[in-house]
């Protein structure tokens, strides 16, 4: 009887000593879960409420307020220009919209640079930057890029026309200019290819002169900036001798003969008569 209770307190001794054991593990797991849930909330980045497109929002759409919604953004990584509230983005009320300037995908958030402002339509007049203007330029299939040219792509503008003594010339005479428009239609997302009969270039005053002188005296063509070239393309010129090769004659030489030497005389009178007799100059 005593062997029987002996092995009975045995074991109920193992078995408690393996509870202790687990309930020491488990309470070390839950000791690092909890470690591990400290360190994810102290590297978690605040996050903010900031307006987003419900839906896709095409170029000139009016946005509503069904077309809104919230999300949460990082608010260490926040864009410039996104609105926190509906009166930020509707400061005159819902009934004062704003229009689409570049069309915006479900869950992004609305920027002021992709937004009219209230009342305003997406029209040419807001895609201008201060202080900057819009000239038409008159293209073709070859001088407009083939009809590859969209709205907000960059280009230069060459002029071909007559110079003085020199016959044909074209010559790069604006850079990096930014379109706006191509034939009336200012929305980036075309589809297809339209060969345009006119595009519109936003340009300071002074470059709008300057075009406008240009196409009066000659033809423009435009060159497709590539995306994301910085580089500013040097002056350019080229003639029909540099556009074949031809170098420019030398100009013959002349050789200047020495002036005569001097011939000095005395004019003597003979009565009606005057005789000039050739004498010796004198020397400085």
């Not at 220009?81 to 229009?99: K, Y």
């Not at 890029?145 to 010559?171: I, M, N, S």
């Not at 200012?186 to 519109?200: E, I, K, M």
């Amino acid at each position: 009887m005593r062997s029987l209770f002996g092995l009975v307190l045995v074991a109920g001794l193992g078995l408690a000593g393996t509870a202790v054991y687990m309930v020491r593990g488990y309470m070390a797991e839950q000791a690092l879960a909890l470690e591990a849930q400290r360190q994810a909330a102290a590297a978690a980045v605040p996050t903010v409420n900031v307006i987003a497109a419900k839906r896709t929002l095409l170029y000139g759409e009016r946005i509503t307020p069904d077309d809104i919604m919230f999300v949460r953004y990082a608010e260490p990584f926040l864009p410039e220009g996104v609105f926190r509230s509906v009166e930020e983005l509707f400061p005159q009320g819902p009934n004062v919209q704003r229009a689409v300037l570049r069309q915006m995908e479900p869950n992004e958030p609305l920027l002021a640079v992709k937004v009219t402002a209230p009342g305003e339509d997406a029209g040419l007049v807001a895609r201008l930057s201060p202080g900057m203007r819009a000239f038409a330029v008159s293209v073709d299939v070859a001088s407009g890029v083939a009809g590859f040219l969209r709205p907000g792509d960059r280009v230069d503008v060459y002029w071909t026309g007559q110079a003085p003594e020199r016959g044909d010339v074209t010559q790069l005479i604006e850079t990096g200019l930014r379109l706006v428009a191509i034939d009336q239609i200012a929305d980036a997302h075309l589809s297809g290819v339209l060969v345009p009969r006119t595009v519109t270039v936003e340009a300071s005053p002074q470059q709008v002169a300057k075009l406008a002188l240009a196409q009066s005296t000659g033809k423009l063509s435009l060159s497709l900036v590539g995306q994301g070239d910085s580089l500013v393309a040097a002056a350019v010129e080229v003639d029909r001798r540099a556009m074949l090769g031809i170098e420019e004659e030398a100009a013959p030489s002349v050789e200047i003969a020495p002036p005569p030497p001097p011939v000095c005389t005395v004019r003597t009178r003979r009565g009606a008569e005057v005789v000039e007799t050739p004498v010796d100059c004198p020397t400085n």
